[in-house]
Structures are given as C-alpha cells and as structure tokens.
C-alpha cells in the first residue's frame, strides 16, 4: 500500500509530476490527470501569461536535464478556470505559483484559495528569470514573503524550496518556517545556474543567460536527498515534506522515504519516458519494498539507519 497524505490531502500513491514538465497546458494536464500520477500538479504560474526564455531552453544531458525555460505559461486565471474541470477527473489538484513579488503571490494566492484546489504549492525558487533572484536564497524576503501568503485563508499552503549547501541555511530556512503555519515544503528545485558547454561547437547548449540553467535529473539526487533529510530533523512533524529530484526508479523513491520524503515528485524523468514513468516507479517501489517486507510508507518513513 503505497498510499500517502499531504497537508490532509489523501494520495493514492506515492509519486506524482513535478511542477515543470508536461503540465502547462490543459491537454497536459489532463494527460497527468488519466496517468497513475497521485495528483496533478500545474507549471508555476504567474500574473500573467508568458511565452517564456529563448530557444534552445532545455537539454536533455546523460543524467539528467538543463533548463531554462522562463516560466513559459497561461496565466494564473487560465489555470483558476481548469480547476473545476482538473478535480472532475478525479484526483487531487495542486497549483504551482510563482510571482515576480510578494504583491503577485497575495493575488494568486488568494484566487486559488478561493478555487477548489486541494494544495498551494508557492514557488519560492525560480532560478530563470533574468534579473530576478530566487526568493529562497533571500531569507528575509523568505519570511516577509511566508507572513503575506500564509494569512490568506485555509487551504494549506506549502513552498518549493532551492536546494541548500550549507548546514547553517538549512538552520535558517528551517528556523523561519517554524514560525508560520506553513503544510508542507517541497524541495528539492533545480540548482540554479549551472553551465553546460559543448567542446565541439565551444557553445554553450542552452540560449538563455548566457547558457546558465536549473541542473536536473541523477546528477541531484544527493542534493534533493540531504535537503530532505536536514528539513525532516530540523521541522516539527506537522510540515510534511514533498521530496524532489532525481527520482527514476522505485529504489530512488525509497531513498526519498528513508530520508523523510510524505510523498515525491517526478520531473527529467516524466519530461524524457512519458506520463507511464508513474507506473512504472510506483511498481519498482512497491517490489521493492515487498522484498523488504514491508507494507505501507509509514514503515519506512525517515528511518534512514546510522552506519
Ligand atoms: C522555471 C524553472 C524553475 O526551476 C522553477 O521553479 C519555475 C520555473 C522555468 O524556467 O520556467
């Protein structure tokens, strides 16, 4: 029984998309939507639409991915309007949104609070937009921003996370988000602003900012792991972690769970095998426990053993 919860939210399963890949337009999400992802999760919005970064925006490396795309999508109110439509399918609705300004997030928080989504998921880590910095790397706009966003209503609001380096961030971080109501953190994003050059052309192989872009896939899954972990010994147990990155196989997803993971997110991997990437992982995970004996999250929830 690979069955979890968010913030109240019951899931089938343990895994669904991130927001990223695949789940910008309605015919997308309806995709996710029929798929055994747990839940749908919408491509961070904005205020407006936006047709996003230059092309070429996206790589696909040997493990993993580069992006930067830009926050290519429809406009808040676009996805507000497919909500009803999105939760008629059947499972659990959750939107990614990611404004330019606090202002921004307290409008959209607002509407979707309004709406019959199950989850806010507030994009704190956006590392694409040239001339913005990312939000969780600003511990004081981290909590101006928390205090503005998390007084807005009922609906449990959670926030993406970038991924942390040091201990004493995770100390920081942890430490603001103690102090307001917030349901669940998912982390772990992108790492911002990487390069990747092609020796042969002596190019970079993305176009926008000069080449720099969110790194994604195998090669963070360490990253994603130690972030999830840090968070679940620093937070009290009532803020549920949404574990991301690097997640291809069921014994990723179990790694996720060792180290604290209520649930996890797929990104590379459902942009490059398709929406049956969710079956397959649930299936591997499922075996892979069975072999371990044993049977639901909980029993191997957080219990990464000391060596
Ligand atoms: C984009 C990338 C991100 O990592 C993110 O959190 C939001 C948006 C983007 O480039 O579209």
Redesign the pocket.
Known sequence: DLSTQIAGTQLDSYLMNA??PKCTTWDELHTIALSNSAAVVT??CTIESRE??PEP?YQNLPLGSI???????LGYKAYLEMVPQLKALGKPVIV?V?GFSVEDNIEMVTAFQNSDVDLIEV?F?????PGKAQVAYDFEQTDQALAAITALGNKPIGI?LAPYFDMSHFIAVANIIKKYPVKFITCI??I?NTLVIDPHTEQPIIKPKGGF??L?GDYIKPIGLANVRAFRELLDDDVQIIGVGGIKTGIDAFEYLLAGADAVQIATCFEKEGEACFERIESELAEFMQSKNYQCIADAKGKLKPL
């Not at 992006?67 to 999508?73: A, D, E, H, T, V």
Request: charged share 10%.
């Open positions: 927001s990223g491509k961070s996003g970064n925006r992006q930067s795309m830009g926050l290519p999508n990614s990611s994009n880590s956006c590392p694409n937009i993406k994003n992108s911002g872009g969110g994604c």
